[in-house]
């Protein structure tokens, strides 16, 4: 489930509203200025340059030097094995006009986070969301780099309903789906809760799961409703009465934004605790897939949701299974096959992608369901679970994937010319 689109109060911005530096900088700048910024231009088509879009939250960090320790990773990866112009930028500092960014590098030479102008990149890698303030920007940057022939390493949001939808119609996926509808009246909701008892409802994009929400129907005809609250760390219990008093919460907790009710998985437990995995995958440096790491996720006491969790690796699983090595064995094939299924069909709609989180679950039969994908995973699970060799390699993925492209394209240019 991703957010490519943080919705909050107020319109779009005008392309033609803000001036930015770079811009006054262009119209102040002498001739030698100018040439300066058309050899940036033309230093692109050396196919070297690697933007990384972060939110505005972060940038702004990287500026005041406060990188995020993944962060000083990529860098530090990048030194020793890619060698890319690697930059940093939001959405906001992109200057449509002129087709330059403002962007932040990391001075390896004093240590220190500058600012610098740049191309568009050769290579786009998203970490970070656009408000719905600057949803025309973007969309105007993208197609623009279409036509530049950037190569998006993560194309796409993947949004749970869209999602679920192609995945239905699929015949290898559908049966790790479990039921799920649009809600559209209350009559959806009860319905579901009639024939299931338990549900969730999800919102249609998110992250941290701050959109999902349990609810059960209990035997005296009660809804016990629960959700995690992320601002104040705890797992939020409600318990209505009336039919009327949930729908009335419900609604002020979507704020009339569209959700999807769920069939729940019958998820497996230690200590009250549910149990789902996140699984990342990547392209390697020869365009393969792999399969980073698997790690199973340990929700808070009775929470419905176990992003805010810890995370063990599949050996810590496993053991807590009780499997003989062979059973072992049989399931760590059917994971795997259906992991590379869904990677593969999504590419198949989406576009490449040079890595993916997959989040699923087992069910107490061990039966694996689909809980949905992710093109902007952080990897708080992978790291918590394997450590920071797999966070390292996974960066190192992302990088020599990338740099096996821009061999490619080389070339290409070199064939041509």
């Not at 409802?201 to 609250?229: C, P």
């Not at 729940?264 to 549910?274: K, Q, S």
């Not at 990677?343 to 694996?368: S, V, W």
Request: proline content about 2%; glycine content about 4%.
């Amino acid at each position: 489930m991703d957010v490519d689109e943080n919705k909050h109060s107020g319109g779009e911005e005008p392309l033609n509203n803000t001036i930015t530096t770079l811009q006054r900088a262009l119209r102040s700048s002498n001739l030698e200025d100018a040439k300066k910024l058309a050899v940036k231009k033309e230093t692109a088509k050396n196919n070297d340059h690697f933007g990384v879009l972060v939110s505005p939250k972060n940038f702004k960090a990287l500026s005041e030097q406060k990188p995020h320790f993944r962060t000083k990773k990529l860098i530090k990866i990048n030194h020793k094995d890619a060698r890319f112009k690697l930059y940093f930028f939001s959405v906001n500092s992109i200057d449509i006009q002129n087709q330059l960014i403002t962007g932040i590098y990391y001075d390896i030479s004093d240590g220190k986070w500058k600012k610098d102008i740049y191309p568009y990149p050769n290579f786009l890698y998203r970490r970070g969301g656009v408000s719905k303030k600057y949803k025309r920007r973007y969309r105007s940057f993208v197609h623009q780099c279409k036509k530049k022939d950037t190569c998006f390493l993560n194309p796409s949001s993947l949004g749970n309903w869209e999602v679920y939808n192609y995945f239905n119609r699929i015949g290898s996926l559908k049966k790790y789906l479990q039921e799920t509808i649009l809600y559209k009246e209350p009559d959806d909701l009860f319905n579901m809760l009639e024939k299931h008892r338990i549900v969730y409802l999800k919102g249609m994009t998110g992250r941290k799961a701050k959109n999902v929400t349990r609810i059960e129907q209990t035997s005296d005809q009660r809804y016990r409703f629960r959700y995690y609250n992320a601002s104040d760390k705890k797992v939020q219990t409600i318990t209505f009465k009336k039919q009327e008093e949930m729908l009335s919460f419900i609604s002020n907790f979507y704020k009339g934004k569209q959700f999807m009710i769920q069939k729940a998985i019958d998820l497996l437990e230690i200590n009250n605790r549910r149990i789902d995995l996140r699984a990342e995958l990547q392209r390697t440096s020869t365009g393969s897939i792999s399969i980073c790491g698997i790690s199973a996720r340990l929700g808070r006491a009775k929470s419905p949701v176990t992003t805010h969790a810890d995370a063990i690796n599949m050996d810590g699983l496993f053991k807590f299974l009780k499997l003989s090595p062979a059973e072992e064995a049989r399931l760590v094939i059917k994971m795997e096959n259906f992991l590379y299924k869904v990677y593969r069909e999504t590419e198949n709609k989406y576009g490449t992608f040079a890595e993916m989180g997959i989040d699923f679950a087992l069910d107490q039969d061990l039966n694996i369901k689909f809980i949905e994908c992710n093109s902007q995973s952080a990897k708080v699970s992978l790291y918590k679970a394997h450590g920071d060799k797999a966070l390292e390699q996974s960066l190192i993925n992302v990088l020599l994937y990338a740099k096996s492209i821009q061999r490619e394209k080389r070339a290409k240019m070199k064939k041509a010319n």
